[in-house]
């Protein structure tokens, strides 16, 4: 079945410093979401891409859907303690008429203050 | 507004016991979509319902059944509970098939 595959797993950084996580898709993706968990709580829909190459910008953080729309990366610059949470990457999967979301294994951040 | 509202929070239940969890959409979101989200996973899709019919099954097995009522509210059950099926179960709700997922805040099942 179709898989997303993010990494890393986990990511300790110390207040201050960047963040990277990646989404690759051995299949091309029609669009990708972003969604951020905090500890205890529920995904919170960040951002979509949907066109080759996109980037999108949301304060510190910077979203790109790669050319191919095979990978997709999420890049938090300057880290701060309320960054911490497990951010995922998702597909909408067509089934069924219906749209599912193929969610990654996501990449848990851990900052440091 | 109120956003997607799951009850209950918490529950145990015994191995082989029933259980329906419940899930109140956006007003106006005529989708929901219900995931299990096991601890240190990503969350899974098991339905989604819109206009009160399925529209989408994952791969679980027939003893996890939902539905959508008139209101658009929904509720999952599922049968024969394993050890296996203590998760957090999420419900999404969206405006249609295919915009953004609101998830509720998820109801923490226990199995024993």
């Known amino acids: 079945g179709q898989q997303v595959m993010q990494i890393p797993q986990y990511q300790h950084v110390q207040e201050g410093e960047d963040f990277t996580t990646y989404c690759n898709s051995s299949t091309t993706l029609s669009n990708i979401q972003w969604y951020k968990q905090r500890p205890g709580g529920h995904p919170v829909f960040l951002i979509q891409l949907v066109k080759s190459g996109e980037v999108k910008k949301q304060k510190r953080l910077t979203f790109q859907f790669g050319e191919a729309k095979k990978n997709s990366s999420l890049h938090i610059t300057a880290t701060q303690t309320t960054d911490v949470g497990t951010y995922f990457c998702a597909e909408p999967v067509r089934g069924n008429a219906g749209n599912m979301l193929t969610f990654g294994g996501g990449t848990r951040l851990m900052v440091k203050p | 507004d109120a956003g997607v509202t799951q009850s209950p929070t918490h529950l145990i239940k015994t191995r082989g016991q029933h259980v329906t969890l419940r899930c109140s959409p956006i007003s106006g979101h005529k989708s929901v979509s219900w995931y299990q989200q096991v601890l240190g996973q990503g969350p899974q899709f098991i339905f989604q319902?819109?206009?009160?019919?399925?529209?989408g099954r994952g791969n679980f097995p027939d003893r996890f059944s939902a539905r959508q009522f008139p209101n658009y509210s929904s509720e999952l059950n599922v049968n024969a509970l394993l050890l296996g099926d203590s998760a957090l179960y999420l419900c999404a709700s969206s405006l249609h098939l295919n915009t953004e997922a609101f998830f509720g805040q998820g109801t923490r099942l226990t199995v024993v």
């Open positions: 319902y819109y206009e009160k019919e399925e529209r």
